[in-house]
């Protein structure tokens, strides 16, 4: 199979016809053959009837509809879980995201050997002061951070090897880091393509302002898990000791000049900040100490209960 597309949606019964209409006339012109994935993430309109009419009409049409609202980024975690394609590609189902990209999109995968292309909505349709602005802030950091040249980490429209998909894991709030979770994954070779960007028909958009707090919170998670989520202890194992070791002698040298009658041993400042710094150091030392625990057993994070599947 030559692509797998996968539309995560919410609440979008008015905008998946149009959307698979026009997926369907690229995918006749250029002779792909594709498979559309569409993960329903718990919507409470229609959005779920227009899938199994889809597929009734067009068995490439799959379906994942899950029991709640868990986020974006489970829907496609799953949707990489099922894929079948050569190359992968990830859009948006509010008609924002161009189909026309993605012929372009699966050449720079296939033919210039990218592992990961990102469109670039490099002219935008949205609210300059509510969405634009915040977002070249959000990109500049994590540009800066990461040292990845992406000038869009959030656009929903990206193409991968299958590979990729096979190899990452994407949790929480984390679909806005995915070229971040794929570079700290071994895949080097990450392009950018600019791509239309177009206002939206129908619906509201389902992102507040949110999103750009637990942004920078989820980019603090993975910056710490690509270097020490496998080994915790490197990172608060090497902190507590440090700090064991100073509250440690500090308490040794309070010690011998209270035996020495230099200082009152309760009435000096020194006492305390030892004590405190041997407390957090054991308290550090052990939490890393647990975390390589945890890291040892299987974890349920990405366990959704799923409804109905096609």
Same mark, same amino acid.
């Given at each position: 199979?030559?692509?797998?597309?996968?539309?995560?949606?919410?609440? !979008? !019964?008015?905008?998946?016809?149009?959307?698979?209409?026009?997926?369907?006339? &690229?995918?006749?012109?250029?002779?792909?053959?594709?498979?559309?994935?569409?993960?329903?993430?718990?919507?409470?309109? @229609?959005?779920?009837?227009?899938?199994?009419?889809?597929?009734?009409?067009?068995?490439?049409?799959?379906?994942?509809?899950?029991?709640?609202?868990?986020?974006?980024?489970?829907?496609?975690n &799953?949707?990489?879980?099922?894929? =079948?394609g050569?190359?992968?590609?990830?859009?948006?189902?509010? *008609? =924002?995201?161009?189909?026309?990209?993605?012929? !372009?999109?699966?050449?720079?995968?296939?033919?210039?050997?990218?592992?990961l %292309?990102?469109?670039?909505k490099?002219?935008?349709?949205?609210?300059?002061?509510?969405?634009?602005?915040?977002?070249?802030?959000?990109?500049?950091?994590?540009?800066?951070?990461?040292?990845?040249?992406?000038?869009?980490?959030?656009?929903?429209?990206?193409?991968?090897?299958k590979?990729?998909?096979?190899?990452?894991?994407?949790?929480?709030?984390?679909?806005?880091?995915?070229?971040?979770?794929?570079?700290?994954? @071994?895949?080097?070779?990450?392009?950018?393509?600019? %791509?239309?960007?177009?206002?939206?028909e129908?619906?509201?958009?389902?992102?507040?302002?949110?999103?750009?707090?637990? @942004?920078?919170?989820? *980019?603090?998670?993975?910056?710490?898990?690509?270097k020490?989520?496998? =080994?915790?202890?490197?990172?608060?194992?090497?902190?507590?000791?440090?700090?064991? *070791?100073?509250?440690?002698?500090?308490? %040794?040298?309070?010690?011998?000049?209270?035996?020495?009658?230099?200082?009152?041993?309760?009435?000096?400042?020194w006492?305390f900040?030892?004590?405190?710094?041997?407390?957090?150091?054991?308290?550090?030392?052990?939490?890393?100490?647990?975390?390589?625990?945890?890291?040892?057993?299987?974890?349920?994070?990405?366990?959704?209960?799923?409804?109905?599947?096609?």
């Amino acid at each position: 199979m030559d692509i797998s597309i996968i539309v995560p949606l919410y609440n !979008e !019964e008015e905008s998946l016809p149009h959307l698979a209409d026009w997926i369907d006339k &690229v995918m006749a012109k250029n002779a792909f053959d594709y498979e559309v994935i569409m993960v329903d993430d718990g919507s409470r309109d @229609g959005s779920w009837n227009i899938v199994e009419g889809l597929h009734m009409s067009n068995p490439r049409y799959r379906g994942v509809k899950f029991r709640r609202n868990y986020g974006k980024s489970a829907a496609l975690n &799953v949707g990489f879980g099922v894929a =079948q394609g050569d190359v992968v590609i990830t859009m948006d189902a509010d *008609l =924002q995201d161009s189909p026309d990209e993605v012929p !372009e999109l699966y050449r720079m995968v296939k033919e210039e050997g990218y592992d990961l %292309v990102s469109g670039w909505k490099k002219k935008r349709y949205d609210s300059k002061l509510a969405k634009n602005i915040p977002s070249k802030f959000f990109n500049w950091t994590t540009r800066k951070m990461s040292g990845i040249k992406l000038h869009d980490f959030n656009c929903g429209l990206k193409a991968y090897r299958k590979d990729v998909v096979k190899s990452i894991e994407v949790y929480g709030e984390m679909h806005r880091y995915i070229p971040v979770i794929a570079k700290w994954a @071994g895949f080097k070779k990450i392009g950018e393509k600019v %791509v239309q960007h177009r206002k939206r028909e129908f619906g509201v958009t389902k992102f507040g302002m949110d999103r750009f707090v637990n @942004g920078y919170l989820d *980019l603090m998670s993975i910056m710490f898990m690509s270097k020490f989520g496998k =080994q915790p202890m490197h990172f608060f194992g090497l902190i507590g000791s440090v700090a064991f *070791l100073f509250g440690f002698v500090a308490l %040794v040298v309070v010690i011998v000049l209270r035996l020495a009658h230099i200082i009152a041993l309760t009435r000096s400042v020194w006492f305390f900040l030892s004590m405190f710094f041997t407390l957090i150091g054991m308290v550090l030392f052990l939490a890393g100490f647990i975390g390589e625990l945890v890291c040892r057993n299987s974890s349920t994070r990405n366990t959704y209960l799923i409804e109905k599947e096609i």
